[in-house]
């Protein structure tokens, strides 16, 4: 069976994974639009956050397999088509995550200084879409809106020192840019309370350990209970951050350099300035069925940067059925068309931990195989020897799995410890590391 798999982060990983447990034969082909491997584990997750980033020793496994091959620098849509996959393979899975900011919807957003938290943490990650993006960090006061943990990754790895960011792989260019930035107020943004914030408690407790920066929260607002409203699986953390969030409280509050406002019951209504950004306005609000409802009671923050990190959707892709309202590839219960299926945050949006990637696909490969049993596929595709010629003739530079390992071992190479790695961060530095070796 010849298998395609589109996206090579941990959903497209872990469902590789799945597939070479239950066909042992598949021959496996792993496309990915960077010369990169690994999706938000290299793009995503927070540079401090090394230990959740060993997840890849198991990744690195999955694409050595033999029978499978990593096809980095090859975008579906640019350099192969939806068609010509499903003309090559039996079997087609797209994961390829929900790379794009949702847009607040309100006026100002468009300022130079309002970032999207998937080009944010893009930037201070090197992804090549990203790396150029110069956040300004003007002033002394940025607010990011969102109690999510992208949220809480923002806030944090600009609170934290250079030499916190030291065994870190924050790009060179970011740390540099963070440490010359004067801000001494960030502004942590919710629009409902702290009952329905969706941090995780790990994450959430981590802000307040900084070094130079104290974490401020009204005790006022945190004086409310998790109610019989929230589902019973959730019970345990909700009540936890509530926890936190009122040990932060009971803070006698320091002389530390900067402060993390913890603001909850805010709703974005505009941002403000003239050219750029100068406030940010918002509207309290009271949780009623557990939705944020406008009181009409306006205040201003006076902020000069604003990072939106409330949420992520799919791009759509040339060919590929999409739901414009939830941005997300038209799946049933994974099932794009016979033979093609979606999985991960392109199936059913963002949302879980890298982990959750691994029950959601065992979950989607038993579907898969109980759709091949029901109706096997005709057979007779030729799999990889037809796209081979096809990005042959296009000229297509395929940065395999050997290819990868180099620019891997060039970006180590080049970190000062206890720094783990220095990245690449246009295509054109990658392609030239993958081909280091080879040319030398
Ligand atoms: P998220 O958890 O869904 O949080 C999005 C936040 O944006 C919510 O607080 C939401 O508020 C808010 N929001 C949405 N639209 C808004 C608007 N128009 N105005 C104001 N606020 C708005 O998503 P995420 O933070 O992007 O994270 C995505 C997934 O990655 C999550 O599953 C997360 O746990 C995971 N992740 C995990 C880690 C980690 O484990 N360390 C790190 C990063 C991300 P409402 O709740 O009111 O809609």
């Known amino acids: 069976m010849h298998v395609a798999i589109v996206g090579s982060g941990p959903s497209g990983l872990y469902t590789a994974d799945a597939i070479a447990r239950l066909f042992p034969d598949a021959e496996i082909d792993i496309f990915d639009r960077l010369p990169t491997p690994y999706g938000l584990v290299r793009g995503g997750i927070a540079p401090d956050h090394q230990s959740t980033k060993a997840v890849v020793r198991a990744f690195e496994r999955t694409l050595a397999r033999e029978g499978t091959r990593f096809w980095g620098n090859v975008e579906i849509g640019r350099d192969l088509t939806y068609d010509e996959l499903k003309a ?6 797209f994961s390829v995550g929900a790379e794009k900011d949702r847009a607040l919807g309100i006026p100002g957003e468009n300022f130079p200084e309002v970032y999207g938290a998937a080009a944010f943490v893009g930037w201070y990650n090197g992804h090549p879409l990203h790396h150029d993006l110069e956040p300004k960090l003007a002033g002394t006061a940025l607010a990011v809106i969102g109690n999510g943990n992208v949220a809480l990754d923002v806030v944090r790895v600009l609170a934290k020192t250079q030499a ?3 065994d870190s792989d924050i790009c060179e260019h970011a740390a540099r840019r963070i440490g010359a930035a004067q801000l001494t107020d960030l502004y942590l943004i919710g629009r409902r309370g702290p009952v329905e ?4 408690p790990i994450e959430l407790a981590e802000l307040g350990e900084l070094e130079r920066c104290e974490i401020v929260v009204d005790p006022q607002a945190v004086a409310i209970d998790v109610g019989p409203e929230v ?5 345990k953390v909700r009540q936890r951050n509530i926890e936190i969030l009122r040990s932060f409280a009971a803070r006698n509050g320091s002389a530390k350099a900067m402060r993390i406002h913890v603001l909850f019951n805010a709703a974005p209504v505009a941002i403000l300035g003239d050219g750029s950004v100068t406030g940010l306005l918002l509207e309290r609000t009271r949780v009623v069925d557990g939705r944020a409802e406008l009181t009409g009671e306006r205040f201003q923050l006076p902020v000069e940067s604003v990072v939106a990190a409330i949420g992520y959707h799919t791009p759509a892709l040339p060919g590929v059925p999409f739901d414009e309202k939830s941005g997300r590839f038209k799946n049933d ?4 068309e016979p033979g093609v299926y979606a999985a991960g945050w392109c199936k059913h949006g963002p949302r879980g931990v890298v982990g959750t990637n691994r029950t959601d696909a065992g979950i ?10 029901a109706k096997p596929p005709a057979g007779g595709k030729p799999g990889a020897g037809a796209v081979t010629a096809l990005l042959h003739e296009r000229g297509v530079r395929v940065v395999d799995f ?7 071992a060039a ?3 080049r970190a000062t410890p206890p720094k783990p790695r220095e990245k690449f961060v246009t295509s054109e530095a990658l392609l030239a590391a993958a081909a280091s070796e080879s040319e030398s």
């Open 364 to 373: 989607l490969v038993k579907r898969i195989a109980e759709d091949l049993a």
């Open 333 to 336: 219960d994974g099932l794009i």
């Open 411 to 413: 970006e180590i190479a």
């Open 197 to 200: 914030a969706s941090f995780t």
């Open 164 to 166: 916190e960011l030291g």
């Open 88 to 93: 090559a393979y039996d079997l087609l899975i």
């Open 402 to 408: 050997a290819a990868w390992k180099r620019i891997d």
């Open 231 to 235: 589902p019973e699986k959730e019970v």
